[in-house]
């Protein structure tokens, strides 16, 4: 891999990267084809990285679908893929890691220690070895993608960060590999996240700007869900996911809700919609 970036880089190209852990769907594209538009080579990586999995998490049977993802990535013109084994990756006597302070420890990485950490790692492993000019995440992990920005700003890194949109199900559902593991009974119950963000809009829409009430309103649609158990569901500032007491500055709805056994997560973006205006602008 080290070897073809090297030369895409010899001959001038305009380098993207898009990691991903495989099973991939429409979200994942989605990324691949914002690379192919702004970069001249794109590179796709497929790793199930064991390093950002708890001990009791779904590392093992997370879907792993290598050959009709790597027919989807040729389709949507990714130019390379990297699939590099574990071993590779973690050899004998790997012990160099990176730790995200503050931002990490909220959050999905309270409910997950150790998960961004392992995160941070692989991303600035692959960042090495691939040394785009651009790499894409998906803002549907939005804790994800912000530690990433600032593990890039804070080690100098040469590879601009790019996040993309969410790409949704046409019932509002946040496209992810572990969607799988719903049954169609759970499937149906999972819309609870989506429906419980357009519940808070709606609220913030008609003047609230509180962010206890914008919580009340977002335990009572996902109570109403039988099976749905809720991790967190809490208003954060966009830059230090810290909860804030009112929305006066760039902030995320973020939900993290058990359907059964799986464990889906999803966020609202809510922004002014110039500096200092009362007006907002929402990105579901
Ligand atoms: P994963 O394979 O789940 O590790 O995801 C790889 C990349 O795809 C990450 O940057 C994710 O944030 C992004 N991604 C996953 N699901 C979606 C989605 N529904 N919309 C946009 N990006 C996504």
Redesign the pocket.
């Known amino acids: 891999m080290k070897e073809q970036a090297r030369q895409a880089r010899a001959e001038n190209r305009v380098i993207g990267l ?6 991939l ?1 429409r ?2 594209l ?2 691949i084809e914002r690379a192919r538009r702004e970069c001249s080579t794109v590179i796709a990586s497929i790793f199930v990285n064991p390093k950002q999995f708890g001990p009791t998490e779904d590392f093992s049977k997370y879907p792993r679908t290598f050959d009709p993802d790597r027919e989807m990535l040729e389709r949507a013109g990714a130019d390379l893929l990297f699939a590099p084994e574990a071993a590779e990756i973690y050899p004998q006597g790997f012990s160099s890691y990176v730790q995200v302070d503050g931002l990490s420890e909220r959050l999905e990485g309270r409910s997950r220690p150790g998960h961004f950490r392992g995160v941070a790692t692989v991303v600035m492993k692959l960042l090495q070895i691939v040394q785009p000019n651009f790499a ?6 939005a804790q ?2 912000r530690i990433i920005t600032q593990m890039a700003r804070d080690l100098n890194l040469d590879s601009e960060i790019v996040v ?5 199900e046409p019932d509002g559902l ?4 572990r969607n799988a593991y719903l049954s169609a009974e759970e499937r149906k119950a999972a819309t609870v996240l989506n429906r419980a963000l357009g519940a808070a809009k709606d609220e913030v829409a008609a003047g609230v700007r509180d962010s206890l009430q914008l919580q009340t309103v977002l335990h009572r649609v996902l109570g109403a869900e039988k099976l749905a158990r809720v991790d967190y569901a809490e208003i954060v500032d966009a830059e230090t996911f810290e909860p804030v007491l009112r929305l006066n500055k760039p902030c995320f709805v973020v939900l993290a809700v058990f359907i059964g056994k799986t464990r889906l997560i999803d966020n609202l973006f809510i922004e002014p919609k110039a500096p200092g205006s009362d007006e907002l602008l929402f990105h579901f």
Do not use: E, N, W
């Open positions: 898009v990691p991903t852990m495989g099973a769907h979200g994942h989605a990324l894409y995440f998906g803002r549907k992990d994800q993608s993309c949109p969410i790409v949704r946040a496209m992810s590999s």
